[in-house]
C-alpha cells in the first residue's frame, strides 16, 4: 500500500482536531501528514519515530542553553520539527500500526523535552537576560522550577491513576476528554494553545532572536507555578472526596 498525506489527514479523529492547538491544527499538523507519508512508505514505525523525537528534544534544548544566536536559532527550529515528530508518530499509530508501549514511548518524548526545555532557557537567560534589574541567578531557578512542575505535575497524575485502579476506580483521562469535566476542558484547551504543541516555540524563537528569553522563561513560571499550586489542591480534594465514600 501506497501511503499519502491524505490518508493521514482523513483518519485524524475529530476529538483529535478539537484538541489540537490552533498553531498546531494550521502548521504543525498538515505537515506531519506529509513526514508521515515518508515513514509509512519507507516502513520507519510509530516507536522508532518517538524514540528519535526524544533524541532530537535533547539536542534542541542543548543548543538552545548555549548562550550563543546562532546555536539558540538552530535549536528552536529543531524544538519546531520535534512537534511535527511527535505528530507524527501519533499518526503512524493510527493509520499503519499501534505497537507495544507506543504510549509510553510517546510520553517519554515529552517528559524528556519538559524536563530540560525551561532549564534551558533558564541557563541562556542566566548568560544573557538583561531586561529587568534582577539577579541573574533569578532566571536560573525559575527555569529549574518550572521544568521541575512540569514534570512533577504528570508523575502526581499518573500515580493518582495508579493508586486509584488500586482502589478499584479508574480515574483515568480519555484520550478524547470524554470524562473531563468543564473546566478540566479548559484547562487542556489552554495548556495545548501554550505548551511545547502550541504557540511556545514560535515566542521561544522569536525572543531568541531579540534576546529576550528571560521574558518566557518569567511568564511561564508564573504560569506553571500556579498550575502545579492549583494541581496539587485539585488532587487533595479527590483523595479527601474520594476517602468519605
Not at 220 to 242: G, P, R, S
Request: aromatic letters at 12%.
Amino acid at each position: 500500500m501506497h501511503y499519502t498525506s491524505k490518508i493521514f489527514k482523513e483518519k485524524l479523529p475529530e476529538w483529535k482536531k478539537d484538541r489540537d492547538a490552533v498553531i498546531d491544527r494550521c502548521f504543525y499538523r498538515p505537515l506531519s501528514f506529509h513526514v508521515a507519508a515518508f515513514c509509512a512508505n519507507c516502513g520507519i514505525k510509530a516507536n522508532t519515530i518517538s524514540g528519535l523525537s526524544a533524541i532530537v528534544g535533547v539536542v534542541a534544548c542543548i543548543l538552545i542553553g548555549i548562550p550563543n544566536p546562532v546555536s539558540g536559532t538552530i535549536g528552536s527550529l529543531i524544538l519546531i520539527f520535534w512537534i511535527i515528530l511527535d505528530d507524527t508518530d501519533g499518526n503512524l499509530a493510527r493509520v499503519v500500526s499501534s505497537q507495544p508501549y507506543g504510549e509510553y514511548m510517546d510520553a517519554m518524548s515529552s517528559y524528556i523535552l519538559i524536563g530540560f526545555l525551561f532549564l534551558a532557557l533558564g541557563i541562556r537567560s542566566f548568560y544573557l537576560g538583561t531586561i529587568l534589574h534582577v539577579p541573574q541567578e533569578t532566571y536560573l531557578i525559575m527555569g529549574a522550577l518550572t521544568s521541575i512542575s512540569g514534570v512533577l505535575m504528570s508523575l502526581l497524575y499518573q500515580k493518582f491513576v495508579q493508586v486509584s485502579l488500586a482502589y478499584g476506580k479508574n480515574e483515568r483521562l480519555a484520550f478524547d476528554g470524554s470524562n473531563s469535566g468543564r473546566l478540566m476542558k479548559i484547562k487542556t484547551k489552554i495548556d495545548m494553545n501554550l505548551s511545547v504543541g502550541g504557540i511556545l516555540p514560535v515566542l521561544i524563537t522569536i525572543c531568541i532572536l531579540i534576546n529576550t528569553t528571560e521574558l518566557v522563561v518569567i511568564v511561564w513560571f508564573i504560569y506553571h507555578l500556579a498550575e502545579f499550586i492549583a494541581t496539587v489542591l485539585y488532587f487533595l480534594y479527590k483523595v479527601k472526596k474520594m476517602h468519605s465514600y
